[in-house]
Nanobody, 115 residues
Framework: VKLVESGGGLVQPGGSLRLSCAASGFTFSSYTMRWYRQAPGKERELVAIIISTDGTTNYADSAKGRFTISRDNAKNEVYLQMNSLKPEDTAVYYC?????????WGQGTQVTVSS
């Protein structure tokens, strides 16, 4: 299993970013995918999830109305569109999947929201 995130960067408050995660090594369409984030000095937290079977999505309260998770099963990619970014969204964002009870993570992509 390999997960590779991209798309992070420095953005001003109120701006937008689109994160991507390229997956390989497993049958992507069969697995639920998640985005987590970890801010300095804080625990890693779940941001968004997209279910494999029907594409149902769910979000942390902090992300509702601003973030959108989506997937392209033909490309083996999952995305996180982030709008109206706030300084408190600054964190390393990780793509995740769980296979046979084992969590797999990418290397993360840094998102910094600052003026």
């Amino acid at each position: 299993v390999k997960l590779v995130e991209s798309g992070g960067g420095l953005v001003q408050p109120g701006g937008s970013l689109r994160l991507s995660c390229a997956a390989s090594g497993f049958t992507f369409s069969s697995y639920t995918m998640r985005w987590y984030r970890q801010a300095p000095g804080k625990e890693r937290e779940l941001v968004a999830i997209i279910i494999s079977t029907d594409g149902t999505t769910n979000y942390a309260d902090s992300a509702k109305g601003r973030f959108t998770i989506s997937r392209d099963n033909a490309k083996n990619e999952v995305y996180l569109q982030m709008n109206s970014l706030k300084p408190e969204d600054t964190a390393v964002y990780y793509c995740n999947t769980r296979r046979w009870g084992v969590d797999y993570w990418g290397q993360g992509t840094q998102v910094t929201v600052s003026s």
